[in-house]
């Protein structure tokens, strides 16, 4: 009895169709030349991981006419000072054993340092903080270990910093080097004379380093988010100030808007057709309050690497001043030959840059005080329009021109408080 019985069914197979499913064809895969079958079988057909030997560098015979021995010889290296003699195995052809240096003393590099005298020490090289004793061991050390200061000031006898033993280091250096030299223009290419190691930068590189390296997750995504929200605040006041700038008075037909054009395009003024306010418009407190709190977060954040860090100090800056101003400040730039923006804007670039800004920004503001003090005078000495028919004589003309004119004060601190006439 089996399971058709049991199951009641017929003993007769039924015909089922079955379809043959083709096998898919393998890849011929040609064993290489100069490999066994059971070594490329191992492989699994795979490309090796090592770059392979051509099969005719394996099959090549030595001629026949060279006998290759390998011997145990001994040899010596020039990169030793003391004439240690070794021993290791070498080729030797016919007999012949290799001659010549060690192969390897090729990679022993070392750094020249400079050697001083007593009498050069006395002359150029006194220092309070450091005796000729404590110099000497250092440039010992150095010439010991090949300037890897790390080690130095781990093995030098008294306690010294990383940075107090390099400015030691190339300072007599550079001193010796220039002392030397026939006239200080031979050896002002030289890297020691050309760059010389600041203290201060270093311990402030590495301070700014340790305190980037030591920041956690959350502390990066906090100043993150502080540099974005500054950001967008810079961009919405310097919106909201170019939607809100005013338009110049216009009391005759030539005004203040026409003197500034002519004086940005370098045109003169004759004063006797321009009459102009003598009140001068000062910038509002809010303004001077909101740019320095600026300037003050962004010098906080020590943002100097940043190159939108420098457009938001430059727009800080220049809040102060309108649209037109600001260009005319671009222009002198352009005018001078100078980049809008620093390629490199480290904080010194930064600060000299805008110094810079500062300074023309307080050449055009003065340049249109004189030009409309000028205009004004030339249109109280003037007495043509006392006799024009409908004007009324001023009597007290005297009275205006021995009025004593106080210019207004411009600081020229770190924060701009300059007159900007718009």
Known sequence: MDAKDILGLPKTPLPITQEKKPRPQKDSQRKPDGISREVYALTGGLAPLMPSIDASQLKRRPPSDEKITWQWLPFTSSARKDDLQLYHWVRVVNGVPPTGDYSFAKYNKSVDVIKYTDE??????????????????????????????????????????????KDRYYSVSRAILIARAPSPGEVAGHPLVKEPYNVSQETERKRALSMVLSQTKQQERKDAEVLAEAKRI?????????????????????????????????????????????????PSTSIMADNAS?????????????????EQMVQAASSSAGLRTIKRVEQTLQDLEVNLKPKVPTKAVCAEHLELRKEILTLLNLQKQLQYKEAEGSSFRDGSYGDMPGTPKRSHRVVDQDRTFVPDAISFGGNISLLVFI
């Open 120 to 165: 050069e020490y006395e002359k150029y090289l006194t220092d309070p903080v450091w005796t000729k004793e404590e110099t000497d061991q250092l440039f010992d050390l150095c010439e010991r270990f090949d300037l890897r200061f790390i080690v130095i000031a781990d093995r030098f006898p008294t306690f010294r910093t990383v940075e107090e033993l």
């Open 234 to 282: 810079a961009e919405s006041r310097m919106a909201a100030q170019g939607a809100e700038e005013p338009d110049l008075p216009v009391t005759s037909d030539i005004g203040p808007e026409s003197v500034e054009r002519a004086i940005g395009h370098g045109d003169t003024i004759s004063p006797s057709s321009v009459q102009v306010p003598s009140a001068a418009v000062a």
């Open 294 to 310: 600026t300037l003050a977060s962004l010098r906080m954040l020590r943002v100097y690497l940043r190159t939108y860090a420098l």
